[in-house]
């Protein structure tokens, strides 16, 4: 078994190769937002390091959002093309997911609780989720419990929903709410990621992947689709009949 995992979700691009032992090779863009130009050559250097082609790939999956409307469409598209050229199932992960399964080890070592991904959607408002850290003492087991569902939040709302407990964020949503969070929690119970991990990686994208590959969790190319959880802006001023105001008055 080998997958190939694309993330375009957040600022930085990249991809991974998974087998079916978890051994993992990865590629990482650092320039932000450059997921258009640099997507497939990430992937060619995923491929590389693992010392396969593309058609040794037994699965194609994809961070499907919510995060970057453009990014979540690339990263969709490349996956769909892919997996209809060379004839394989794609895996559809939530964006959502692959954050906290990515800090999920370092939640447990901070002796977090909860694992909180939080994703800017701006205006206070954040994709996110709440999810039990679960280990056993000797750390051969590991597991992410969903106790709040992955949706659209306000900020406030996610934190009100932690009830005091030990919580540890990742995600750029602290980079937009770190000041609110600070001032919400009591001193003590929250800890935040730190920028080298607090980001969408096709690591931990790769991760659940190979979870969903062995269960036979996959979807045929066409199958695979995009999750904005909520509406692009021109989309809702469309629906609003005020798409035609905008255009006449930018500054709307």
């Known amino acids: 078994m080998k997958i190939l995992a694309i993330e375009t979700t957040g600022k930085y691009g990249s991809a991974a190769v998974i087998d079916?032992?978890?051994?993992?090779?990865?590629a990482e863009s650092r320039e932000e937002m450059n997921h258009l130009r640099g997507i497939i050559s990430l992937i060619d250097e995923a491929l590389g390091?693992?010392?396969i082609t593309k058609n040794d790939?037994?699965?194609?999956?994809?961070?499907i959002g919510p995060g970057s409307f453009t990014g979540i469409r690339i990263g969709v598209t490349t996956a769909r093309t892919m997996a209809q050229m060379l004839g394989v199932p794609c895996i559809a992960v939530s964006s959502i997911e692959a954050l906290a399964e990515g800090s999920l080890s370092a939640a447990i070592s901070a002796n977090a609780l909860y694992v909180v991904p939080i994703i800017n959607a701006r205006r206070h408002q954040t994709y996110g989720a709440i999810y039990e850290a679960e280990f056993t003492s000797d750390y051969e087991h590991q597991a992410l419990n969903l106790?709040?569902?992955?949706?659209?939040?306000?900020i406030e709302e996610l934190l009100e929903k932690l009830g005091g407990n030990e919580s540890y964020f990742t995600g750029d949503g602290i980079d937009a709410y770190k000041d609110i969070i600070e001032s919400a929690l009591p001193e003590g119970t929250y800890k935040f990621a730190g920028e080298?991990?607090?980001y969408q990686s096709a690591e931990s994208?790769?991760?659940i992947a190979l979870k969903k590959a062995k269960i036979g969790d996959t979807l045929t190319y066409d199958k695979l689709m995009?999750?904005?959880?909520r509406l692009a802006e021109a989309e809702?001023?469309?629906?609003?009949?005020?798409?035609?105001?905008?255009?006449k008055n930018p500054k709307v």
């Open 49 to 51: 390091s693992a010392g």
């Open 205 to 207: 994208v790769a991760v």
């Open 236 to 247: 809702q001023r469309l629906r609003a009949g005020t798409l035609s105001d905008r255009i």
């Open 196 to 198: 080298d991990m607090r």
């Open 226 to 229: 995009p999750e904005y959880m």
């Open 147 to 154: 106790i709040s569902e992955e949706k659209q939040y306000m």
């Open 20 to 26: 079916e032992e978890g051994r993992i090779w990865s």
């Open 57 to 63: 790939l037994t699965h194609i999956a994809a961070s």
